[in-house]
Every structure is written in structure tokens, then in C-alpha cells.
């Protein structure tokens, strides 16, 4: 963070400054609302959560060495203190205090019902070429983990990625008031949360809040291929700039082949220019991510053989996203355990049957593909008819195995079953019971694909099939 004084971090948050001998000290650290995370010089932020209150550890972060914390009620710490009436919403105000004290800073803002994290992680990797650029780590997403990105900036930054997530009405564009974006990039609108919007309708409505926040000198970037994403040229006066498959995108991909490790290749075309880009991610779902990233690059006046060059060197960034490891046994497993939805799923699927040689169609798979699958949350009344879609999709891509976990995701089976393929399927109680499953199933030169809302916890089927702690 750029250093603040107590009094004007005050005045930012609209806090009273409680129990300071000198609000002229300054904050010469970081912004933490972890207190196992503060250093010395830090700023802590006391939280009121779901599961933990931060006030109720504030004192760990003052034997730790924090100058200073945001309170929203007078702790006995002996530490000065910024009162106010609400912390999350004063960790917003400070966000929003320090990008508006960094005029030569551009904010790229992202959403979408998928890809976030993914297309997060790639202009992680090629805005830096252009200038110091600070993106999230992981899915910091919301209304606190946005405003901690935003506070790593300094003086010297020139692009700050902001990944926006919204589970209702009202949530990207508060975020975008933490960070006003100049450009704005929407990836799609899928079934993500639906059981919480209501439709995709709503989901467009929210996500497109994002256009509605630049100015008439941004960019709004696109998906030319989904038809409620391109609808959102409307709401915007910013400059539009599409990407997809279709004729009519202006960053247009096609060509596309895939590896025998799961990996695309494809050839992107910019007005009279087109250059090839082998992505080294896993999964045909992150080209369409790569043409965001191309551009923003472009809005940004990169060279488009520059961006590909750049594209073409990315690595997967973020942990259980179509993480790809391979047992002692020569058992390759996909861990895309972080979060599930329909179109994550498809895709997910339709990966593991490229790597076990199964696609395209007309080829028989070399090797054996198992799908653990559990339950993909939020989807409303869609639910049922959901997971009985991705159980026909197993039977039409040629899965072999299917292990199911949990009672939730039973519709799964059922599908499977109607298309005459019980055989082949399994339902299990928990990601323990999938582990042991697994155990005596596998054999080398198998492909497993790990795949469920996070909540379900298909991460330790992972770790148990490679040996490792979740």
C-alpha cells in the first residue's frame, strides 16, 4: 500500500481516530484482516464474518507488530484504533482512497459466471510486459478480498486486475465503486448461482453492471459469442471491443486443435493480422479466455505477436483448476475440484476425454477416463435437470467410469443409468469412500478427472489418489 498517516486514513474511512498519541504515524506496511498474517508496520482490519469476529484477535496482531486498527467498536489493546461504524465497508473506502491517489493507474475489471480465476491468472502473466501490474491471488473476488488486491498497489503500478464475483444485484457495481474500471471485460453468462438470481436473465443484469461503470474513454470488452454478453453494448458509452469464434468478432479465434496433454493451439485473428498462440493450460474452454486477454491487450495497444508470444509461456496459477499432476503409478489426475457449475463441468469433461484420446468422437480413447463428480450448488430449480445433463454428456463423450459423490448429485446416475450405462457407474457417500474406491480401480495409464462444487470437498479425492494432504 502507498503510505498513509492515521489521520488520513481516518478521513478516508470516515473513522474517529480512538487511543492515538500521534496521527502522524504512518502505516508502513500492508492491510491485513488475518491477524496470523500481520508484520510489523501493518494496518489491521477487524472483520465481523460469518465464522470468526477479527475484533476477537486483534491483540494477536498488536503482539505481532500492527501500528494501527480499523475497529467497529473500542478494543482494550493498547493500540491505536480507527473507529467506525462498519469495517468492510471502511476497507472499501481505503481501497478506493488509494487507487484515487494513483492517476497513472488503469483498472481492468473482470467477471463472469466462469473463467474468472483462470483469465485472472493469464493477465497476471502478459499485462506485466506492458507495465508493474497487481492481480489477485486465488478468487479474491468480493467485497473484501477486491479492496486487499487493490491495496497492494503503489506508486509505481500501472495495472490493477480487479476479478468481481456477485451473488445478487447491486454487488459488481459496488465493487466497481471500490475500483472504477477502465477497462471492463465480461466472459460469459452461465448458470453459475442461478438458484440465487433466479435466471440468467438477473446474472446478466448483474455482471453487465460492470459496462455500466466505465467511462466514456474505456473499453468494454465482450464475448461475441454469448448472445446476453453482447447484448451489454447498450449500457455503455466506452468504446466496445468483441472476442470469440463468430465472423464478427473483432479478436476472432479459430483454427483450434488440442494436444494429447489436453492443451489447445489456435490462430487469432486481429483486423488484417493473425498470429498462432499453443496455450500451455489444460482444457479447449480456456482459448475463449486467452481472446479476453488478447483484447485487453490490444485496448492497451500491445502488439498482437507480443500478447501470443506472452500467451504462449503462461502457466496455471491457481490451485485445483485443471491441475494436471501424475501418480508413481502413471495415473494422470485432473484436480478442477475448486468450484463447479454446468459449463465448468462440460468443460471439464470434454478435457479429460482429449487427454484419455477419446476426442475427437469418431476415435476410440487409449486410455481409461474416470469422472468424480459431485454436486454443483446454487443451481435453483435448474438443479435436477443440470446434473441429469452432465450425466447424458458423460455417456455422449464416452466416459468410462463414473464415481459419484454424495446423495446430491444422484440425478447424475440416473441419467447414466437411462442411457444403459449403470454399469460404469458408482455412487459413494463421501470424497473418503471415492478414495477408497479409486484405490482398487485404478491402474496405470488411467485418467482421472476430479470435479464439484467446493463445498462437496473433491479436493482430498485428489490428494488421496496422488498420496498427498488436502
Not at 491402474?443 to 485428489?462: C, F, H, I, Q, T
Request: proline share 3%; hydrophobic share 45%.
Amino acid at each position: 500500500m502507498i503510505r498513509l498517516t492515521l489521520a488520513e486514513i481516518a478521513a478516508i474511512t470516515d473513522g474517529t481516530l480512538r487511543f492515538v498519541a500521534d496521527d502522524s504515524a504512518v502505516v508502513t506496511g500492508d492491510v491485513r484482516i488475518d491477524s496470523r498474517q500481520v508484520a510489523l508496520g501493518d494496518l489491521f482490519v477487524a472483520i465481523h464474518g460469518e465464522q470468526f469476529d477479527g475484533h476477537d484477535f486483534a491483540e494477536r496482531a498488536v503482539a505481532d507488530g500492527a501500528i494501527a486498527a480499523i475497529t467497529a467498536r473500542d478494543l482494550d489493546i493498547g493500540l491505536p484504533q480507527i473507529r467506525v461504524n462498519d469495517t468492510v465497508q471502511a476497507l472499501g473506502r481505503l481501497a478506493r482512497g488509494v487507487v484515487d491517489r494513483l492517476p497513472e493507474l488503469t483498472v481492468v475489471g473482470l467477471t463472469g459466471s466462469s473463467g474468472k480465476t483462470s483469465t485472472k491468472d493469464l493477465l497476471a502473466q502478459v499485462l506485466p510486459t506492458l507495465g508493474p501490474t497487481i492481480a489477485p491471488v486465488g478468487s479474491f473476488n468480493n467485497e473484501t478480498g477486491l479492496p486487499l488486491t487493490a491495496l497492494g498497489v503503489d506508486r509505481q503500478t500501472r495495472f490493477l486486475v480487479a476479478e468481481m464475483g456477485a451473488r445478487g444485484i447491486g454487488h459488481v457495481r459496488y465493487l466497481c465503486d471500490i475500483t472504477p474500471p477502465k477497462i471492463g471485460i465480461v466472459l460469459n453468462v452461465g448458470s453459475a448461482h442461478v438458484g440465487e438470481f433466479g435466471s440468467r436473465a438477473v446474472i446478466a443484469q448483474a455482471k453487465g453492471e460492470l459496462i455500466e461503470s466505465l467511462p466514456h474513454d474505456g473499453v468494454a470488452i465482450l464475448n461475441d459469442d454469448d448472445e446476453l454478453v453482447r447484448a451489454m453494448r447498450s449500457r455503455t458509452n466506452a468504446a466496445v471491443l468483441t472476442f470469440g469464434r463468430g465472423d464478427t468478432a473483432d479478436v476472432r479465434v479459430s483454427d483450434i486443435s488440442m494436444s494429447a496433454h489436453g492443451t489447445p493451439s489456435f490462430t487469432v485473428h486481429v483486423a488484417d493480422e493473425s498470429v498462432r498462440v499453443d496455450l500451455p493450460l489444460v482444457g479447449e474452454h480456456h482459448v475463449l479466455n486467452a481472446a479476453a486477454v488478447v483484447a485487453a491487450g490490444i485496448s492497451l495497444g500491445a502488439p498482437l505477436a507480443q500478447l501470443a508470444e506472452q500467451l504462449s509461456v503462461v502457466r496455471a496459477l491457481s490451485r485445483w483448476r485443471m491441475e494436471v499432476s501424475t501418480t508413481a503409478d502413471d495415473v494422470t489426475v485432473i484436480n478442477d475440484a475448486y468450484n463447479a457449475n454446468p459449463e465448468s463441468v462440460a468443460a471439464a469433461l470434454r478435457a479429460l476425454m482429449v487427454i484419455a484420446g477419446g476426442i475427437p468422437a469418431e476415435v476410440s480413447a487409449t486410455r481409461r477416463s474416470f469422472a468424480v463428480l459431485g454436486e454443483m450448488r446454487e443451481l435453483g430449480e435448474s438443479s435436477q435437470a443440470a446434473h441429469e445433463e452432465i450425466g447424458r454428456l458423460t455417456v455422449e463423450l464416452g466416459v468410462e467410469q463414473v464415481v459419484i459423490v454424495g446423495a446430491a448429485a444422484q440425478a447424475i446416475a440416473d441419467a447414466r443409468s437411462a442411457a444403459g450405462m449403470s454399469e460404469g457407474t458408482r455412487l459413494v457417500a463421501n470424497p473418503q469412500a471415492a478414495v477408497a474406491l479409486l484405490s482398487t480401480e485404478l491402474r496405470s495409464n488411467d485418467v482421472v478427472l476430479v470435479k464439484a462444487s467446493r463445498a462437496v470437498g473433491l479436493d482430498a479425492v485428489a490428494a488421496g489418489i496422488l498420496g498427498l494432504d488436502s
